[in-house]
Nanobody
Framework: QVQLSESGGGSVQSGDSLKLSCAYS????????LAWFRRLPRDQREIVDRIDTTEKTNYHDSVRGRFTISHNLDKNMLYLEMNSVKPEDTNAYTC???????????????WGHGIQVTVSA
């Protein structure tokens, strides 16, 4: 059973830094993709950034240069370092994992429960 659990959220002020962590377990394939998502209206989600086991990353335009995604594959940990945060970064952030086959992320996402980040002006 694949499980993901986020930690490190909270309330900060504009311009501050915050680091989210995600512990994952139970996934048996050696190649996979990890990502951080945030919520959109009507229960939709958008991807904030993504990293795979070859270290290839992909960032949403709104966070490029401010957020850094990283992982520790030995410890099964995913991180999101959030710098120069803005009030519009306020959201519930969820980590997720999916298979990587043939060089592409594929299949269903496995989700964490999400963690709240609140940025005040």
């Amino acid at each position: 059973q694949v499980q993901l659990s986020e930690s490190g959220g909270g309330s900060v002020q504009s311009g501050d830094s915050l680091k989210l962590s995600c512990a994952y377990s139970g996934y048996t394939e050696s190649s996979y993709c990890l990502a951080w998502f945030r919520r959109l209206p009507r229960d939709q989600r958008e991807i904030v950034d993504r990293i795979d086991t070859t270290e290839k990353t992909n960032y949403h335009d709104s966070v490029r240069g401010r957020f850094t995604i990283s992982h520790n594959l030995d410890k099964n940990m995913l991180y999101l370092e959030m710098n120069s945060v803005k009030p519009e970064d306020t959201n519930a952030y969820t980590c997720a994992l999916k298979a990587r086959r043939g060089g592409v992320c594929t299949g269903r996402w496995y989700w964490g429960h999400g963690i709240q980040v609140t940025v005040s002006a």
